[in-house]
């Protein structure tokens, strides 16, 4: 147990719709990432948040957006919704934005849109 | 990030030690090298990481080579529960805390 947690665990929504993942930290954890992973593109860095503020962007679709709330647990909200979007979406947690040698990863959210 | 060229796939016997080779020709001064692995869909796991000594922790042993052009990630008694995709990541520990995933190498454990 990584002390990252996600959820919901599954998702299954239809084409067209929003959705929002949710992902809290590790206790003490100020950055968080998130990372999609779809068969195709094996796994891809989107975003990370740091003490609240976004830090870096990745191949992140204007489609979805992402923050984090002052406790720090994030959201990663996915609209209009296409089939190419089905995939686990992982968020990962750091001590800090400098230095941080470990990426703690929960364990996913897997989305399916049909 | 400099890219890592790693084999797609590997076998080990239970208890032998695993030997996971990762090239990173390209590597700058101040990138390190990191390893994680990932179970069957699991979200990915730290494993160990190094700049230019080897290093050892309860998981495994990073051994880099003089050059940094290239490492091994050691696993010395491996187990059925290491059976999972390794991943070699190159990167700065400052102003780039992304973590870019190759394709890995998937090490499956023979019983």
């Not at chain 1, 002390?3 to 003490?28: E, F």
């Not at chain 1, 923050?67 to 968020?91: I, K, M, T, V």
Request: proline share 4%; charged share 20%; glycine share 8%.
């Amino acid at each position: 147990d990584s002390g990252v947690t996600q959820t919901p665990k599954h998702l299954i929504t239809a084409t067209g719709q929003r959705v929002t993942l949710r992902c809290s930290p590790r206790s003490g954890d100020l950055s968080v990432y998130w990372y999609q992973q779809s068969l195709d593109q094996g796994l891809q860095f989107l975003i990370q948040y740091y003490n609240g503020e976004e830090r870096a962007k990745g191949n992140i679709l204007e489609r979805f957006s992402a923050q984090q709330f002052p406790d720090l647990h994030s959201e990663l909200n996915l609209s209009s919704l296409e089939l190419g979007d089905s995939a686990l979406y992982f968020c990962a947690s750091s001590v800090a934005a400098a230095f941080s040698y470990e990426q703690y990863f929960g364990p996913g959210t897997r989305l399916t849109v049909t | 990030d400099a890219k890592t060229t790693q084999p797609t796939s590997m076998d080990c016997a239970e208890g032998r030690a695993a030997n996971l080779p990762c090239n990173h020709s390209t590597i700058s001064g101040n990138e390190y090298v990191y390893w994680y692995r990932q179970i069957h869909s699991q979200g990915p796991q730290y494993i160990i990481h190094g700049l230019k000594n080897n290093e050892t922790n309860e998981m495994a042993s990073l051994i880099i080579t003089e050059d940094r052009k290239s490492s091994t990630l050691i696993l010395p008694h491996a187990t059925l529960r290491d059976t999972a995709v390794y991943y070699c990541i190159v990167r700065e520990s400052f102003g780039n805390e992304k973590l870019t995933f190759g394709t890995g190498t998937r090490l499956t454990i023979i019983p």
